[in-house]
């Protein structure tokens, strides 16, 4: 598991989930790094993606979780960032690879298309599986 903060983040439609979420780290022992949204206000997804990615970049998180309605704007945004590999998972096996082959530092996750449980399920996955390496070392070296 991670050592440093864990950056969450999401827009309106995700703010639930993250709620959620941010709640499970917390019991989980993670310092946990909330960038908003703060309500079920509407607001636009790029603004949480981009600051999520920040994050990471800049070191603060070592890992994070984003979420929108589908967790594909708020991904897109995020992934604009280099160093940034954000994974929209719709189940834990996703999860799992996302870490194992892509090296994934960012979770995404539809908060309207997700059951919690799943998002929960992905998440543990997500956080407990480490990165393999070796050959998977080059392909990560061309997303650069
Ligand atoms: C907001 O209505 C919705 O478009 C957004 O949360 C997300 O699903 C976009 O990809």
Redesign the pocket.
């Known amino acids: 598991m991670p050592s440093k903060s864990i950056v969450i983040a999401s827009?309106h439609?995700?703010y639930e989930l993250k709620e959620t979420l941010k709640q499970e780290l917390s019991e989980m022992g993670f310092e946990v790094l909330d960038l908003g949204t703060d309500s079920q206000e509407s607001v636009d997804?790029p603004d949480f993606g981009h600051a999520a990615a920040e994050a990471i970049v800049s070191g603060r998180a070592e890992r994070g979780v984003i979420v929108?309605?589908?967790g594909?704007?708020?991904s897109i945004a995020a992934n604009r960032h280099p160093g940034v590999r954000a994974a929209l998972c719709h189940d834990a096996e996703l999860a799992k690879l996302s870490r194992e082959h892509n090296d994934a530092n960012l979770l995404a996750l539809?908060g309207?298309t997700t059951e919690v449980d799943v998002a929960r399920a992905c998440l543990k996955s997500f956080l407990e599986t480490p990165y393999e390496g070796g050959r998977h070392d080059r392909r990560i070296a061309k997303l650069a």
């Open positions: 827009d439609a995700g997804y929108c309605g589908t594909i704007g708020i539809g309207r």
